[in-house]
């Protein structure tokens, strides 16, 4: 996918047949810290698998770069289109895996890496394509802080970012 300046070339993508691993076997997750121009709010989203709010994040394909694949799932969960600031760095998932059925692929069960890059917000759009699985929401940090308290690496990311405390 060429780096798109308008959303209607983004196409949303389901399943995991081109998702990237590490030589750890760690499935890595590329996301944003999505702020306003200011700095003052960030955006969260409604958690699909779990009750809470997240950061918009998801895996980072073999067909594109991590940053694609960051203004992608901003785009599929978040239904914002946004500008990458600075690159956040890594960040190992220190939540144990969750619980898998026994038929389901050891890999999936294995920690992720996460990418995360501090993005600009540039507009939130109306429809989008998890509009009706998400809410999302604009949080001050010590909101966003908290509402992640269960996330230790979705805080480290927000505690990357610039975003005025």
């Not at 944003?32 to 121009?37: C, G, I, R, S, Y």
């Not at 949080?139 to 505690?159: C, F, H, I, N």
Request: include cysteine; hydrophobic fraction near 30%; glycine fraction near 6%.
């Amino acid at each position: 996918m060429a780096a798109s300046n308008g959303h209607r070339s983004m196409e949303s993508r389901t399943g995991r047949t081109k998702q990237r691993y590490n030589t750890k076997g760690e499935r890595l997750v590329a996301g944003v810290v999505p702020l306003t121009e200011d700095k003052k709010f960030v955006m969260l989203i409604q958690s699909t698998r779990r009750k809470g709010w997240v950061l918009p994040k998801g895996g980072w394909e073999t067909d594109e770069e991590c940053t694609e694949a960051a203004i992608r799932e901003a785009w599929e969960e978040a239904g914002i289109l946004v500008q990458i600031d600075y690159d956040l760095g890594e960040i190992t998932e220190s939540r144990p895996p969750k619980k898998k059925s026994s038929s389901s692929k050891d890999k999936e069960a294995h920690k992720s890496l996460y990418r995360f890059y501090e993005a600009t917000v540039k507009s939130e759009e109306s429809d989008w394509p998890e509009k009706d699985k998400r809410l999302r929401t604009w949080m001050t940090y010590p909101q966003a802080k908290e509402a992640l308290k269960d996330r230790p690496e979705l805080q480290t990311a927000l505690d990357r970012s610039t975003m005025e405390r």
